[in-house]
């Protein structure tokens, strides 16, 4: 893995590279509000990536790297990750499909801007569906805006929702709560299983 420093309008943004021989699409991960991208979910994600012959690109936000520790508004968190998507595929992954995806916040994230980012499908681990005990304050909305493929992977017991099947979404069970400690190996499954697909849709 090695890592690179993109500038965006609020900072540079860190990213970490996983490379595979003849990647057939980048997975580009952010992490959550509370964690960086050594959280286990991701760490999950990216290994089952490798072995599906996808490339990862880790990203870390500017406010992270500049050692802040509360994430600023959506609208910069939005702008950031465009600009870095937009770096990795003008550049060494240009002409590979792209897979937007992130756990929680990064996972509301990847779904705003995937349009803009023109992410080919879309992954997300822990999607926050409403604040803890405010089923009422859903943001549903984000999932159903997506036109790609979509795959989330949320823990049984998560206090923030479990999202409704949908059309083109996939939702995937797993033991344990939001921060899907409890069952990696599913989580991996999950992915390494739905990535080839996603991967093959976007050609």
Sequence with gaps: MSAVEVATPHGPAR?????????????????????????????AAT??????????????????????????????????????????VGGEFEGLPLIAGGRSAGARVACRTASETGAAAVLCLAFPLHPPGKPEKARLDELEALKVPVLVVQGESDPFGMPPQGPN?????????????KDLDGVAAAVRDWLPGAARSAR
């Design 15 to 43: 990213v970490d590279l996983r490379r595979v021989g003849e990647p057939r699409a980048l997975l580009l991960l952010g992490h959550g509000a509370g964690g960086g991208v050594e959280a286990p979910d991701l760490v």
């Design 47 to 88: 290994e089952a990536a490798s072995d599906a012959g996808v490339s990862v690109a880790l990203v870390e936000q500017p406010y992270r790297v500049a050692g802040k520790r509360s994430q600023p508004a959506p609208a910069k968190l939005d702008a950031a990750w465009v600009a870095v998507a937009a770096e990795m």
């Design 169 to 181: 979404r996939t939702v995937v069970r797993v033991a344990g709560n939001h921060g899907l400690k």
